[in-house]
């Protein structure tokens, strides 16, 4: 398969962008939303520990957005900070807000709902970044291989505080299983290309939705089966689908703070 | 809610462990800093990123703190040694190399030996 | 030891003996009430301060204007915590025999026992405040930290070695936000001037005030006493701006203070007196933003209870 821009087909090229585009904009959200909880998390030492996490994934995002630089499709700044919510292909799951209320004031953010949309995020994301090792696209399989290495931590941290939740008191298990419906309503884009599916899928640039579907489960299935639990079932069918451009205002919201500044003179050096 | 841990058989979300790592496989362990954490997974998951973020490590230690013992300050009293144990070193052994150097030899130093693991020359 | 120093005068004459050599006391090492409360006051302070600083800064993370400074705001943060991770640790161990712990320090915050430093009451409009609090806040941090890297109580100084390797990464930072908006567009140039002009006061006081006799109490002689720093609040704020102000000139910028100058023979830079009634205002947390952000701490403190009463386990 070709890999360099001028033996490109126009069809590999338009499968490559929209595929990179799920990827960075996941992690620029997911990344996000781990800051919002900057001094706020539980515990001090535990604040500065997922603030590297949120660090490493907004890192990875760099390097996705990289990459559509390096393919001619825009500045990579401009990328993370001027695109409207309709041509976002995040997953729905990444851009849910923390909890009620505004950063700036006094949010209530939920932890459970952190641990648990970190937990089956990482999985996922390491479910497709190890089969992105393999694409047929070298550049992203280059960049996979460097990702991976930081996947390692993040799975560690979120397990632990997962299975650790989940063993406690019943008032953990209870907020922990509320925000397991909460992360699988959305959770039917995750694993979606959306309706560039075909392209992606034919161009050998990951493995199959249903596929890697598979490997999550295999990945969760034994950490539950030791919890006693019933694995959560991805839906069939997104509600909505981040990766066709459909998103709640809760990506409005955060793409305005997101792009506050840049935008007050985008040209300007910052 | 976490409260008071001072007194034995209490609930507390804060342990103290103290945190150990090396750099390198072949470096030694260092102690680096401690920090509060609930149990000893959570307290491993939380040491790296709390005190090695901006160098390699190759290896962590977490150790509770109440499976430390520690010294008093008379126990810290039998640390104080004479400067007088060159015996025990190479300084008292000075004399050697010029020694040697009438029998046109040289002494085996701690250059000479050390260079032994290598290669032979 | 307790067989050679016997009487509390035997033990304090050791303790400052030990002192004056440049011996380094350990949180286990006996030491005078006096000490143990000035160490807890200074240290609990500096650490919270850290925790509480984190806030106006994280104001400024999602939307630090590139990706770049995204990731270098979301370090700088992170860094601060952890300096309060380090400091309050120091301040834990020296709250034992009081029967104390974090949970008793973040109470003690809530009720107004526990002060945090004047800056950080401050509120926060553009993104050059978050360059102006890399550059100028933390680099008065900085002065008064480096002088107390030999201070008296070793795990103090072995907390402020760390701190003060991760503040070169602060100033240098707080530079480059700076340096960008200071070569950049009328407007962007406008907004650093502005927050100069916002901060000044407090970074003035930031040092606290010369003597007691400003404000009614002052910690410094005790400081100094036990060898905790070696500088006065005075030398301090002298050194700040021996420091910074050729730096700020020399990028264009004003500072707000006409009558400040330098006077080269006795070393001395004369300038206007910030209101310190204002400053003991702030202090007692009825600052620009004190409120705000104690009820911020407090709720997210509150709200996550379930999450430390979920994983607490039972000690022997």
């Not at chain 1, 821009?5 to 590999?12: G, I, L, P, Q, V």
């Not at chain 1, 490559?16 to 939303?33: E, M």
């Not at chain 3, 000035?38 to 939307?63: D, Y």
């Not at chain 3, 910028?253 to 070393?267: E, G, Q, R, V, Y």
Request: glycine letters at 6%; a negative charge; charged letters at 25%.
């Amino acid at each position: 398969m070709s890999t360099t821009e001028n033996s490109m087909s126009a069809e590999y090229k338009e499968a490559i962008t929209h595929l990179l585009f799920q990827l960075a904009d996941d992690d620029f959200l997911y990344a996000f939303r781990g800051s919002e909880w900057l001094g706020l998390a539980p515990h001090i030492e535990e604040d500065v520990a997922s603030s590297s996490i949120s660090q490493d994934s907004m890192g990875h995002a760099a390097m996705f957005y990289h990459l559509l630089e390096d393919l001619g499709v825009g500045k990579a700044d401009d990328l993370a900070h001027l695109r409207p919510a309709q041509d976002r292909n995040n997953s729905i799951l990444t851009e849910r807000v923390n909890g009620e209320g505004y950063y700036m004031e006094t949010p209530q953010y939920d932890w459970a709902y952190q641990v648990v949309r970190s937990y089956f995020y990482t999985q996922a994301k390491k479910v497709k970044v190890d089969s992105l090792c393999h694409s047929s696209y070298k550049p992203v399989a280059e960049v996979a291989i460097k990702v991976k290495m930081e996947l390692y931590y993040h799975k560690l941290h979120w397990e632990t505080w997962f299975k650790q939740l989940m063993s406690s008191t019943d008032v953990a298990k209870k907020k922990m299983n509320d925000a397991i419906t909460v992360v699988m309503n959305d959770f039917g884009d995750v694993f979606s290309f959306g309706n560039l599916k075909p392209k992606i899928e034919s161009n050998n640039l990951l493995d199959s939705e249903e596929e890697m579907k598979k490997r999550w489960h295999a990945s969760i299935g034994p950490v539950f089966e030791a919890l006693q639990m019933e694995e959560p079932a991805i839906p069939n069918h997104p509600v909505m689908n981040g990766r066709n451009g459909e998103h709640t205002k809760d990506l409005d919201e955060a793409l305005l703070t997101l792009s506050e500044v840049y935008k007050l003179d985008p040209v300007a050096v910052w | 809610m976490e409260g008071v841990s001072k007194m034995t058989g209490e609930k507390t979300f804060y342990q103290e462990y103290e945190v150990f790592s090396k750099r390198t496989p072949n470096s030694t362990f260092q102690h680096q800093f401690s920090l509060l954490a609930p149990n000893e997974d959570m307290a491993l998951v939380l040491a790296q990123e709390n005190f090695m973020r901006r160098e390699p490590v190759a290896d962590i230690w977490i150790v509770n703190r109440k499976n430390v013992r520690k010294m008093d300050a008379e126990e810290k009293m039998t640390l104080g040694r004479l400067d007088n144990k060159e015996y025990r070193t190479t300084k008292g052994y000075g004399y050697l190399k010029k020694k040697w150097r009438q029998y046109e030899q040289q002494v085996l130093d701690e250059k000479e030996i050390l260079s032994w693991g290598g290669e032979r020359q | 030891m307790t067989s050679l120093h016997n009487s509390e005068e035997e033990k304090l004459a050791h303790f400052m003996h030990r002192i004056e050599a440049g011996d380094k006391i350990e949180a286990d090492d006996w030491m005078p009430e006096e000490y143990r409360l000035t160490l807890i006051k200074l240290i609990s302070m500096h650490g919270i301060s850290e925790i509480m600083g984190a806030l106006p800064e994280k104001e400024w993370v999602p939307k630090a204007p590139s990706l770049s400074r995204k990731l270098g705001i979301m370090a700088k943060v992170q860094d601060e915590m952890g300096h309060g991770q380090l400091l309050l640790r120091v301040t834990e161990d020296l709250l034992k025999p009081y029967g104390k712990n974090r949970g008793d320090l973040m109470q003690d915050l809530f009720n107004g026992d526990l002060k945090f430093h004047n800056v950080f009451h401050m509120k926060t409009t553009t993104w050059a405040d978050a360059g102006i609090i890399g550059w100028l806040v933390d680099g008065a941090a900085i002065i008064t930290q480096t002088n107390m890297l030999g201070a008296s109580y070793g795990p103090y100084g072995r907390a402020l070695q760390r701190i003060c390797a991760e503040e070169v990464f602060h100033a240098q930072h707080g530079e480059s936000i700076i340096m960008a908006l200071a070569e950049g567009t009328e407007n962007q140039k406008a907004m650093i001037q502005e927050s100069i002009n916002y901060w000044w006061e407090s970074l003035l006081m930031f040092f606290g005030p010369a003597s007691k006799e400003t404000t009614g109490s002052s910690k410094q002689d005790l400081t100094i006493k036990y060898k905790i720093r070696t500088k006065t609040n005075e030398e301090f704020r002298q050194l700040f701006f021996d420091k910074y102000i050729p730096r700020i000139l020399s990028l264009g910028l004003t500072i707000p203070d006409s009558t400040i100058k330098f006077d080269a023979d006795s070393k001395i830079w004369t300038y206007k007196q910030p209101d310190w009634n204002e400053f003991k205002k702030i202090i007692k947390n009825e600052g620009p933003r004190s409120q705000e952000r104690l009820n911020l701490r407090r709720t997210s403190y509150e709200n996550n209870a379930w999450v430390r009463d979920a994983l607490s386990a039972v000690v022997n």
